[in-house]
């Protein structure tokens, strides 16, 4: 198996044809192997005449394990699609090795309005939210300005997503969220009676409609549009996600009823009242809570 790396050609025979894959055998310096080639990642054209025993040219995608296969390509573009499967290969790898929390270096690759997208080695990219850039709201709201292509950041890991082979940095200090702080949050959807934000440290936070001014409003949601930038009051952060944040394990498992009920998002207000430090407790709004 030492012989056989991502990207090598092969001849193969086809053991079987399956509805999503064809089953194939290939011989090696190191020993006989198996791999599959998937219908739906291959040309049409190129399967549509294979039969039984057939033999036919293939790249090797991914070198075989204890429990798996290789994986096979066909066609005139099987190397191509090949390389870009070792570096994904060689992506999944580099972001193992990362870890919430820790701290590293990154090169702004662009910005846009709403997030800085960054690199963080030759396979590694990250993106850093315009909440999490900053904890000016000027500095939030114009991102262009105040950050250049080319500049390097340290940043605090605060995600890692192998699946979409992203890292999900901050900038700004990474400190656990308390009731009463005020905080940047950018407008993510509405649903139903309430709207959902992105907040720092890649959290999420949920504002009622009662929340959402001091005086009634006949239509409330007129101004919420995905993407705006606000200033909200943390009113309330559930038991789960501030275990979350201090990077601590329950001691118990709740109940399954209990886990259907408890609360997942951090409530927030984004009336001026609370915003701005003035308590004000009387709801304008006919709120069903």
Request: with cysteine.
């Amino acid at each position: 198996m030492d012989d056989l790396v991502n990207g090598r050609k092969v001849l193969v025979k086809i053991l079987a044809l399956k509805d999503k894959y064809l089953v194939a055998a290939f011989s090696t310096n190191a020993a006989d192997q198996k791999g599959y080639i998937m219908r739906s990642s291959n040309p049409k054209a190129v399967l549509k005449g294979l039969k039984q025993y057939d033999q036919i040219e293939a790249v090797v995608i991914t070198r075989p394990t204890a429990s798996h296969p290789a994986q096979l390509a066909v066609g005139p573009d099987a190397a191509e699609r090949a390389a870009g499967a070792a570096e994904d290969e060689e992506t999944i790898v580099a972001l193992s090795a990362i870890k919430v929390g820790q701290q590293v270096e990154a090169v702004i690759d662009h910005v846009t309005s709403s997030a800085i997208s960054v690199a963080v080695s030759a396979n590694v990219t990250g993106t850093i939210a315009a909440v999490d850039a900053s904890v000016e709201l000027d500095v939030i709201s114009d991102l262009k300005a105040h950050f250049k292509s080319g500049k390097v950041l340290k940043c605090t890991v605060l995600s890692v997503d192998i699946g979409k082979q992203e890292l999900q940095l901050s900038i700004r200090p990474v400190v656990p969220l308390q009731v009463g702080d005020i905080v940047a949050a950018n407008i993510t959807g509405q649903h139903g009676e309430h709207i959902t934000l992105q907040l720092p440290g890649a959290a999420t936070g949920t504002v009622h409609v009662c929340d959402l001014a001091d005086a009634f409003k006949k239509n409330p949601f007129k101004k919420i549009k995905r993407g705006k930038l606000v200033q909200a009051c943390v009113l309330d952060i559930p038991a789960q996600v501030e275990s979350d944040q201090l990077g601590k394990k329950k001691e118990k498992k709740k109940a399954k009823s209990e886990m259907k009920t408890e609360k997942k998002h951090i409530a927030l207000s984004l009336r001026p009242s609370r915003v701005d430090g003035v308590p004000n407790e009387v709801c304008c709004f006919p709120c069903h809570q």
